[in-house]
């Protein structure tokens, strides 16, 4: 495969209306190939997409006395409110305390606020006051529901292109537990970076079904060569489109015929050093991503498409909530 986005990351056009048998064999190919896709013709107007950007701009962009006053709980598992820089450290299977204390000595340099569905009556919706951004919480909530339809079409087509029902997984997400993610990457030091004692977020898999991403142009999402192992190739913007992958449960659900890729965002650095410091400084970036996930109680097990007597099962059975409860509390 070339270094070009588009021989490295398929482009489906997902034709959201109506998603075509083509679309599914698409959509699962770069699924089993990449664990990524770009796909078009999603069904969310971009200038909602800009809408959503320019509310995480001015969300960021706050006081942090007032970003404060959303906190995110101190239970890893309830991923909902602000985080501030240093926060949240990136895992990928680190689970044991003094590993991890080693893992965090690298920080994280993003800030984020987390959502999920206005009803949750577990994990509720931790909001700045509405004095200090009126119309944010309105506009998130209108667009996690559009993200929430986007999602019905991709299970549905991912079913189909497996062979299984349509609504075989959509039947398993009607709980719409599901996370909407801002993230702000401010600039600091290249030389951290550089040096390995600074991250912007390490090398992981994502643990849902899917994920989506919408990214500004800055770029610095990075997706680990499945056939040359360490080796990262770069997953640019690309206008039109939104990025797509695969979460671990659904990789645990087709056996590891779908993939689950190891990814990480290294944001780019500026060319020439910071006036005022006379430091080469990473570039400011933001993103938006949406991760889908299954309703708690639900058992992954291997779907019946994806095992035989001479493909045998990989993975026990687990509950959504146990694997997600695992690994949430090993990043906070």
Known sequence: MGDSPQSVIPIVDLA?????????????????EVGFAYIKNHGIPE?????????????FNLPQSEKDKAPHPPEGWYHRGYSSV????VSQN??????????????????????GREDDAVMRNIWPPAAALPGFREFLVDFYG????????????????????????ESCHRGRD?????????PFAAELLERGQADCIGAHSDFGTMTLLFQDAVGGLEIEDQHQG??????????????????????????????STIHRVRTPTETEANPETCMRMTKRRYSIPFFIGADPKTVVDCVPTCHGPERPKRYEPVTTQEYFTMRMNALY
């Open 47 to 59: 200038e909602r997409i800009e809408e959503a950007f320019s509310w995480s701009h001015k969300f």
């Open 94 to 115: 680190v689970f044991d305390p003094n590993s991890l204390a080693q893992h965090r000595k690298i920080p994280d340099q993003k800030e984020s606020f987390e959502l």
């Open 86 to 89: 240093g926060r949240e450290k």
């Open 16 to 32: 959201a209306s109506a998603p075509t048998e083509q679309a599914a064999n698409e959509l699962c190919k770069a699924f089993r």
């Open 146 to 169: 559009r993200c929430n339809a986007l999602e019905t079409t991709l299970l549905t087509t991912v079913a189909v292109g497996l062979g299984l029902d349509a609504d075989f997984f």
């Open 230 to 259: 360490g080796r990262f190739r770069p997953v640019p913007y690309i206008p039109g489109t939104i990025v797509v992958n695969i979460g671990d449960m659904l990789m645990r659900w087709t056996n590891d015929e779908l993939r």
């Open 178 to 186: 599901n996370q909407l993610r801002l993230l702000h990457y401010p």
